[in-house]
């Protein structure tokens, strides 16, 4: 499928997150439903979006080459399911690893959604999407990785806060502003509805807004360019694998300690989150290298936006 160009038209992702970013702000500054349980929107919110798209790596692999018979689709399960077990037992014992790791590696991961932009305006998105939160919502965020941490969470500088908040805000105005030269619209438009994301909506929100409507949209876009088929025969590729999961997590919720319901929710999304991720990224690393040392285009580049 050809790229389409960013600047002819709201994307699908761009359209479902404004949709969101506008029901949202009616439901919880309207208060029309009165406060809304957030932790467990986010546990729903990643249930049928976050773990499906990471659940289709199965079939990736299969497609790219990298399972062919029964021995090899044993040893990459094996291996995946390692790494994702490694991953979270490395948060358990040492949580301030884990969640540092984490971080990192969701910059690199949700960069992607803007492979085709630039690579300043890909960083200071995927930077704004991560850390954001953290400037505008500092007591929220520090509360969310206090939890996360087992109450272990370090002393934050609150003048640390604010220089970093303000190196972070002056890449996004360069970002953007180039964009604005470069009369990229699409481009702009998107970075000031994540901007006005960040300042609206307490991170959680925030966070299902991005991951529902723009991360997992794209992500499952290139997928379904990727792997093929459309409607129940594309979504049926990571059916298994995501009720697979959905068990696992259940699993850990009873294993990780926890002081509440909520508390053990929270543990379970985000330490859950880190586990996939590590082996999911791993696969799509591995896939470029050798899509690159075969000349082939890389995957990430297949699709730069869906247009409806």
């Known amino acids: 499928m050809p790229r389409v160009d960013a600047n002819s ?21 309207g208060n029309l439903f009165g406060g809304i349980p957030t932790v467990a929107l986010l546990l729903i919110a990643v249930g049928l979006f976050g773990i499906p798209h990471g659940a289709f790596d199965y079939a990736v692999a299969k497609k790219e080459g990298l399972i062919s018979t029964r021995r090899s689709a044993v040893l990459f399960l094996g291996a995946y399911l390692c790494l994702a ?14 969640l540092t790791l984490f971080l990192t ?12 932009r630039g690579g300043l305006f890909r960083s200071a998105m995927a930077l704004l999407v991560v850390f954001g939160p953290l400037v505008f919502w500092p007591q929220l965020v520090l509360g969310y990785f206090d939890v996360l941490l087992f109450g272990q969470l370090p002393a934050v500088s609150p ?11 002056a890449l996004c105005i360069l970002a953007c502003g ?19 994301g960040v300042v609206l909506y307490e991170p959680l929100i925030f966070f299902v807004i991005y991951f529902c409507g723009l991360h997992s949209v794209r992500s499952l876009a290139q997928l379904r360019v990727r792997l093929g088929g459309a409607g129940i025969s594309f979504l049926l590729q990571g059916l298994l694998p995501s009720v697979l999961t959905y068990g696992l997590g259940m699993g850990a919720y009873f294993l990780l300690p926890a002081v509440d319901s909520d508390t053990g929710a929270l543990r379970v999304i985000f330490i859950g989150l880190f ?14 290298v050798l899509r690159a040392s075969s000349g082939r285009k890389c995957s990430d580049d297949m699709v730069a936006t869906i247009s409806v």
């Not at 969701?106 to 992607?112: E, L, P, Q, R, Y």
């Open 159 to 169: 003048d640390a806060l604010k220089i970093f908040g303000g190196l972070l805000a």
């Open 105 to 116: 590696l969701s910059v690199w991961h949700f960069s992607h959604d803007w492979q085709a």
């Open 178 to 196: 180039i964009k604005l030269l470069k009369r990229q619209w699409h481009d702009l438009l998107e970075g000031v509805l994540l901007l006005a």
């Open 275 to 288: 586990a996939l991720t590590v082996p999911h990224l791993l696969l799509d690393t591995w896939i470029d």
């Open 9 to 29: 038209g709201f994307d699908l992702a761009m359209k479902i997150m404004t949709f969101l970013m506008i029901a949202f702000g009616v439901f919880t500054h």
């Open 85 to 98: 077990a490694g991953s979270f037992f490395l948060w358990m014992v040492l949580p301030v690893v884990g």
